[in-house]
C-alpha cells in the first residue's frame, strides 16, 4: 500500500526557515515526478513545485527563489527547503506523487500525503 508520511511543518517567524520532508512506501517512485502543495484557509489548494524523476524542477512564481523541491535517488522521499519564509506562506503543505515522469502544476497526481502544517507569524 503507497503511503505518504510528511512532515517539518511549525510555527515560525517571519523571514525564518522551515524544512518539509515527505517519506513514501508502497512501491518505488523513482521514475516518477513529486511535487509539493497547498492549502490556506478558505482557499483552494495550489501549487508549490515539483520536481521529475530525473531532477527537473518547477516552481511556483509565489515560492521561486525562496523554496528549493529535492529528492533522493531512490525517490523515496522529497523535502521542501523553505526560507525567508512570509505570512501569506500559511498553509497545510501536501506531498504527492505523479505516477509520471513529469507532471509539473497541472499534472495528475496519483497518490497524496496527509499535510503538514506551517504557521508562519509577523
Known amino acids: 500500500q503507497v503511503q505518504l508520511v510528511a512532515s517539518g511543518g511549525g510555527l515560525v517567524q517571519a523571514g525564518g526557515s522551515l524544512r518539509l520532508s515527505c517519506a513514501a512506501s508502497?512501491?518505488?517512485?523513482?521514475?516518477?515526478?513529486m511535487a509539493w502543495f497547498r492549502q490556506a484557509p478558505g482557499k483552494e489548494r495550489e501549487f508549490v513545485a515539483d520536481?521529475?524523476?530525473?531532477?527537473?524542477?518547477n516552481y511556483a512564481d509565489s515560492v521561486q527563489g525562496r523554496f528549493t523541491i529535492s529528492r533522493d535517488n531512490a525517490g523515496n522521499k522529497v523535502d521542501l527547503q523553505m526560507n525567508s519564509l512570509k505570512p501569506e506562506d500559511t498553509a497545510v503543505y501536501f506531498c504527492a506523487v505523479s505516477r509520471t515522469r513529469f507532471a509539473g502544476a497541472l499534472g495528475i497526481y496519483d497518490y497524496w500525503g496527509q499535510g503538514t502544517q506551517v504557521t508562519v507569524s509577523s
Open positions: 520536481i521529475s524523476w530525473n531532477g527537473g524542477t
Open positions: 508502497g512501491r518505488t517512485f523513482s521514475s516518477y515526478a
